[in-house]
């Protein structure tokens, strides 16, 4: 009896001081907030190059195994499983390489065109619309305050236009500085790249070596869980990010064949802000349609008004139709915690935030309702949220 008494003193002081230290280090790190951001981002920036690494293996794995799997069921390397990993890993790069240079090759030109005329119609369609103020709008007073405001804003495009070249004399140290962002940018790329091959190589042997320190350093029953918790993690995030990709894809080319056969003005452009914007949930397609439509009007109101039109019904066919196809139910979670998921990542982590907070917040929900139909479990209540309506309250 004395040792149990022991036994559970230890364990009860054992975790004061671990609920003691926690206190404490909590405490710490709230004080010195400012330091701790600063070493979070410093070590994110020295890991930058593994972090694009990884997310460009986690990006290309599906299409890695994909073509392991056609190789294999051809049987083209089957005595030979590691060239099968070599030949699909080069395969799968050569791929991707080839889709983002044609990408950039039909895109990029045309969004330069795009934004070039859009730089030079400015002052045109400002006169435009000061001669549309003048011959609409009957009240003097309000013709004399919007030409005004008009004509300010036409001098202040002509100062921005005037002024350019000695400011760029002037950013001679600056455009040093661009010059080094851009090669350390390059630089964590090419890192990146070398270091998603290393990943997609030996995954395998990274994963195994992850589970070999996990079972020495815990229990074996939580380390089951944390390899499922990590498995339903992938499926939830996999699904959730290639399908948004690809749902944005579709939408980007149905908007770019939508405003070249109705000859909308920056179809390019437009279409593009459309598809990427896209991959934000619920508020991307109102981001997107917004400076879209600005664009347009610009330009030709009608073709504005037939732009708004046709975006509806795009969304409408994505939201009803395309998404749910593609996406399906990889969330799991209502349309109040997908809005949820959205504002809180978007304010903490911005478009990032956005775009993985609803995953982020599916693995969460998940956790939680995990943990709390357990605990109902053991108490022997029922799980199933419907018995904890109103009328069915008190459960007996």
């Known amino acids: 009896m004395d040792d149990v008494r022991k036994n559970i003193m230890t364990t009860r002081t054992t975790s004061n001081l671990i609920v003691a230290f926690l206190s404490i280090l909590f405490f710490f790190l709230v004080s010195n907030i400012t330091y701790v951001k600063d070493a979070i981002g410093t070590v994110i920036s020295i890991l930058t190059p593994f972090i694009l690494g990884f997310a460009i293996a986690y990006l290309l794995n599906p299409l890695l195994k994909f073509f392991e799997g056609l190789f294999a ?6 005595k030979k499983p590691g060239l099968n990993r070599g030949v699909s890993l080069g395969v799968t790069y050569l791929i991707a390489i080839l889709l983002v240079g044609l990408l950039i090759a039909v895109i990029v030109p045309q969004v330069v065109d795009s934004l070039v005329s859009i730089v030079q119609s400015i002052p045109n369609s400002l006169r435009s619309l000061k001669e549309w103020v003048t011959t609409a709008i009957n009240n003097p007073d309000i013709v004399s305050s919007l030409t005004g405001q008009i004509e300010s804003m036409m001098q202040d495009v002509q100062n921005v236009v005037t002024t350019s070249v000695s400011i760029l004399n002037q950013l001679v140290p600056g455009v040093i500085d661009v010059t080094m962002s851009i090669t350390g940018a390059l630089i964590n790329i090419l890192t990146g790249l070398i270091a998603s091959i ?4 030996s995954k395998e042997k990274f994963i195994a070596q992850t589970k070999k320190f996990l079972y020495a350093n815990f229990r074996k029953e939580r380390v089951n869980r944390l390899i499922d918790l990590s ?5 939830v995030f996999g699904g959730f990010i290639s399908g948004k990709l690809l749902d944005a894809a579709i939408i980007g080319i149905l908007c770019f064949i939508f405003t070249s056969i109705t000859g ?5 452009l437009v279409s593009v802000i459309i598809g990427i914007t896209n991959i934000i949930p619920f508020f991307g397609p109102f981001i997107g349609a917004i400076p879209s439509t600005l664009l347009i ?12 039109i ?5 969304q409408q066919v994505d939201g009803n139709i395309i998404g749910p196809k593609i996406l399906g139910e990889t969330t799991g979670i209502s349309g109040f915690w997908v809005l949820f998921s959205i504002i809180l990542g978007g304010g903490l982590f911005g478009f990032m935030g956005m775009l993985l907070g609803v995953p982020t917040f599916a693995v969460i929900y998940s956790l939680v ?4 139909n357990a605990r109902l479990s053991k108490k022997s209540l029922p799980v199933d949220t419907e018995n904890y309506t109103e009328k069915n309250h008190p459960i007996e």
């Open 310 to 314: 046709f975006i509806i019904v795009l």
């Open 73 to 78: 069921k051809i049987k083209l390397f089957a």
């Open 264 to 268: 909308m003005p920056y179809a390019m």
């Open 198 to 201: 290393y990943f997609l190589l």
């Open 231 to 235: 498995n339903e993690s992938n499926q």
């Open 297 to 308: 009007l610009m330009t030709d109101p009608i073709k504005a008004l037939i732009f708004v």
């Open 369 to 372: 309702r995990e943990f709390v």
